[in-house]
């Protein structure tokens, strides 16, 4: 079990003049928890996630775990501690899955994969806790692209950060891998006593495998609480311009479900 909170403050991030996230405060994210980011398009969610990854340059603010200053490490330093999943993997890639998988291993070296032999053997049994064994030696660039995400999802777990940030796992994939990916990610949160941030579109998805739900819409935080606290009509009336209802299916489950756009909203 590993286990140290990820504090958030007074944030800024940039893409050049244009001020995407500015003062940006999160309650310190537990370790063995999950954090799904939800909100509209554009509303700033993959900034913040790399913003928090230390991945766009000129980043303000404080990003803490436990008392490590992340954001001022160097970035094979930031490593060691942090796994990010960006939306989709870079194309052009000539390489196996499991050559990606073991370069990945090999360019931060854990406990998990000391050497090449072991790097190997840990991508293999990564790559069958996601089902996509078979993938292992398929180039990158002539797969599908669920099972390219599948892949980056691989890689993010293989080294088992103490902070898993993961942009969207899900939006490629079939309900079956939805579910089952979700699972897995959950699973591996508690289990190794991670904070996970997972950025999410399907509502659904985030109340049911995460403990805290955050809604963000023009780079503000407009709701953070259990999944329960945050969805409610008066917030998806706010944040995604949407009469909406939130009902429980027969299983308890929380359900979201959009019945108009809002007249005169954009
Ligand atoms: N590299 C970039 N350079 C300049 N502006 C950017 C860049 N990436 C994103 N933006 C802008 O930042 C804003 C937030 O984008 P971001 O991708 O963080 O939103 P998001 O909530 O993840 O959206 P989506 O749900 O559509 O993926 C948008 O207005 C977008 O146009």
Do not use: W
């Not at 052009?92 to 050497?115: I, M, Y």
């Not at 089902?131 to 980056?152: K, P």
């Not at 709701?223 to 429980?248: I, M």
């Amino acid at each position: 079990m590993k286990g140290a909170p990820l504090a958030v403050s007074d944030l800024r991030v940039a893409y050049g003049r244009r001020v995407i996230v500015e003062g940006l405060n999160l309650a310190p994210l537990q370790p063995g928890t999950l954090t799904a980011l939800v909100g509209p398009n554009a509303a700033g969610k993959s900034t913040l996630l790399r913003g928090i990854a230390g991945l766009v340059p000129r980043t303000r603010g404080t990003v803490r775990l436990g008392d490590r200053d992340l954001l001022g490490m160097s970035i094979p330093e930031r490593a060691r501690h942090l796994a990010y999943m960006p939306q989709g993997l870079p194309g052009g890639v000539a390489l196996t899955v499991l050559e990606t998988l073991v370069g990945a291993l090999r360019a931060v070296p854990t406990n998990l994969a000391p050497d090449g032999a072991s790097a190997a053997s840990h991508a293999i049994a990564v790559l069958r806790q996601l089902g996509i064994e078979h993938l292992a030696l398929r180039y990158l660039d002539r797969l599908s692209g669920g099972q390219r995400q599948l892949v980056g999802l691989a890689q993010a777990l293989a080294r088992e950060p103490e902070v898993l940030l993961l942009d969207e796992p899900t939006s490629a994939l079939d309900l079956r891998h939805q579910v089952s990916v979700m699972t897995l990610v959950r699973e591996t949160v508690l289990r190794a006593g991670l904070v996970g941030v997972v950025v999410l579109h399907d509502l659904a998805l985030a109340a049911r495998f995460s403990d805290r739900l955050v809604a963000l819409s023009a780079g503000a935080i407009q709701a953070d609480g259990t999944p329960e606290e945050t969805l409610t009509p008066d917030l998806l009336a706010r944040v995604y311009e949407v009469e909406a209802r939130v009902e429980r299916c027969s299983l308890g489950h929380l359900l979201v479900l959009a019945d108009a756009p809002i007249k005169g909203a954009a």
